[in-house]
């Protein structure tokens, strides 16, 4: 408990990945992926419990190996079309059954497995010394400059701004991308709106390396070479 508020972490493992198979369980730096986020949320002394939300037998018996004690499988929201948070939320609804109430969620996805301990406690005192309902966490855009972006269809390219282009890195405006490596929301926000992105979301800024989103062999492959 911190600060007088229980916080319950959420850690979305659905099964059936398609770009690459098994993602969530297959071997990152000698142990299952999901291993890496699962122990750090167990180490954090903020946090209360841990859950894994899952619809594979699989991915749960492995998480009971490192020490993982979800009593369910996830019953909704794992086909191709249901979004992470809507995962979250059908967790959320299952644990009422099987513990006391939360007040906070922090939704830490396996597929960034880099995140430091230490840098997940600042996450959480982040958000509450920012007094936001919900937190996002974000890095900064570095040699893939989003100002410089074209849209290619077919055999036809084309800027998205043309004087961008033209501009210097150092003379245009920073810009930041979302991760999912560590999302946090008071549980009733989270509850009626349906989204961390509520009315005046907060942001938490993370390095790269710990940033890194693993979804195509190329993240992974570049996952790999980042020293934890």
Not at 59 to 82: E, H
Not at 139 to 167: M, Q, V
Request: contains cysteine.
């Amino acid at each position: 408990m911190f600060k007088g508020k229980k916080i319950i972490a959420i850690i979305p493992a659905r099964g059936g990945s398609k770009r690459i198979k098994n993602k969530n369980i297959l071997n990152f730096k000698g142990e299952p992926m999901i291993a890496k986020t699962l122990k750090v949320a167990q180490k954090s002394k903020f946090i209360d419990k841990v859950i894994v939300s899952t619809e594979s037998n699989k991915i749960l018996n492995i998480c009971k190996k490192y020490g993982d004690k979800t009593p369910f499988l996830r019953q909704k929201a794992f086909d191709d079309k249901s979004s992470v948070q809507q995962a979250t939320l059908e967790a959320l609804k299952q644990c009422e059954s099987h513990f006391s109430d939360y007040d906070i969620v922090v939704q830490l996805m396996p597929n960034c497995p880099i995140r430091k301990l230490e840098t997940l406690n600042s996450s959480i005192r982040h958000f509450f010394n920012s007094k936001k309902n919900s937190q996002i966490s974000f890095f900064e855009y570095g040699c893939a400059n989003p100002w410089w972006a074209h849209r290619i269809k077919d055999k036809s390219i084309k800027a998205l701004s043309r004087k961008n282009i033209f501009t210097r890195s150092q003379d245009l405006e920073k810009l930041y991308c979302p991760t999912g490596s560590i999302w946090i929301s008071y549980i009733k926000t989270l509850k009626r709106y349906k989204t961390f992105y509520s009315p005046n979301y907060g942001y938490f800024l993370m390095n790269f390396d710990e940033a890194i989103d693993i979804d195509t062999h190329d993240d992974l492959n570049l996952a790999k070479k980042i020293r934890k």
